[in-house]
C-alpha cells in the first residue's frame, strides 16, 4: 500500500521560497503523475500543477506560471513543489496527489499526502 | 471564484438522501471530461469517492453514486449517516485553462 508522505510544516517571510517534499513510501511514483493541490484556511481546494516524475515533465496551473516548479528525483520516489516569491495570501495546507496515467484530462486523484502547512508571515 | 459551481451547504437527517450538485460549462464538463469527487473529513486530507464520472473505488459504500449530464454533474448520498457529515468537491478538466479544476465545495450537515 503506498503512502504519500509529506515534509513537516513551515514558516516563511514574505518574498521568501518554500519547498515541500512528498515521498512514496512502500513502492515508488514511476507509472504515475504527481500533482500538487493547495488549501488555504477555510478555502477550497486549489490544482497548481504537476509532473510526470519518470518523464521529468511537469505542467503547471496558469496562475502559478512563473512562480511554481515542480520536480522530483531520479529514483521517482520523492516529488517537490517550490513556490517563490511567497505573500501572505500563499499561506496554506499544500497537499501532493498521485494519479493513475499521464493523460491529465483524465487525471484523478487516489492518494494524497497528508498535507503541509505553510505560514507566510514577517 | 472556482471554475466548477457547487452549493455551499447542504443538510440532510440521517436515512435521507441529498445531492450535490457541480456545475461546469463547455470547456470542461461539457466537453466531455470526466468529473470526480472527494470527501474531505475536518483536517484530513481528501478521499476519492467517485471517478470517472460514476465509478466508486474499492471500500467506497453504493449510498455514494455520481452522474453527468451535460455540463453538470452531481453526487448523490442515499441512507445518510452521521459520518458522512464533511466538506465535498468536484473536480474535472479545463481545456481552456489547460489544466484540472476543482469546485468550490459543499458542506454536508447531517
Known amino acids: 500500500q503506498v503512502q504519500l508522505v509529506q515534509s513537516g510544516a513551515d514558516v516563511k517571510k514574505p518574498g521568501s521560497s518554500v519547498k515541500v517534499s512528498c515521498k512514496a513510501s512502500?513502492?515508488?511514483?514511476?507509472?504515475?503523475?504527481v500533482s500538487w493541490v493547495r488549501q488555504a484556511p477555510g478555502q477550497g481546494l486549489e490544482w497548481m500543477g504537476r509532473?510526470?516524475?519518470?518523464?521529468?515533465?511537469?505542467h503547471y496551473a496558469q496562475r502559478f506560471q512563473g512562480r511554481v516548479t515542480i520536480t522530483a528525483d531520479k529514483s521517482t520516489t520523492t516529488a517537490f513543489m517550490e513556490l517563490s516569491s511567497l505573500r501572505s495570501e500563499d499561506t496554506a495546507v499544500y497537499y501532493c496527489?498521485?494519479?493513475?496515467?499521464?493523460?491529465?484530462?483524465?487525471?484523478?486523484?487516489?492518494?494524497w499526502g497528508q498535507g503541509t502547512l505553510v505560514t507566510v508571515s514577517s | 471564484q472556482s471554475v466548477l459551481t457547487q452549493p455551499p451547504s447542504v443538510s440532510g437527517a440521517p436515512g435521507q438522501r441529498v445531492t450535490i450538485s457541480c456545475a461546469g460549462s463547455?470547456?470542461?464538463?461539457?466537453?466531455?471530461?470526466?468529473v470526480h469527487w472527494y470527501q474531505q473529513l475536518p483536517r484530513t486530507a481528501p478521499k476519492l469517492l467517485i471517478y470517472g464520472d460514476t465509478n466508486r473505488p474499492s471500500g467506497v459504500p453504493d449510498r455514494f453514486s455520481g452522474s453527468k449530464s451535460g455540463t453538470s454533474a452531481s453526487l448523490a448520498i442515499t441512507g445518510l449517516q452521521a459520518e458522512d457529515e464533511a466538506d465535498y468537491y468536484c473536480q474535472s478538466y479545463d481545456s481552456s485553462l489547460s489544466g484540472v479544476v476543482f469546485g468550490g465545495g459543499t458542506k454536508l450537515t447531517v
Open positions: 463547455s470547456s470542461d464538463i461539457g466537453a466531455g471530461y470526466d
Open positions: 509532473i510526470i516524475p519518470v518523464l521529468g515533465i511537469a
Open positions: 512502500g513502492g515508488t511514483l514511476s507509472s504515475y503523475a
Open positions: 496527489a498521485r494519479a493513475t496515467g499521464y493523460n491529465l484530462p483524465g487525471n484523478y486523484f487516489d492518494y
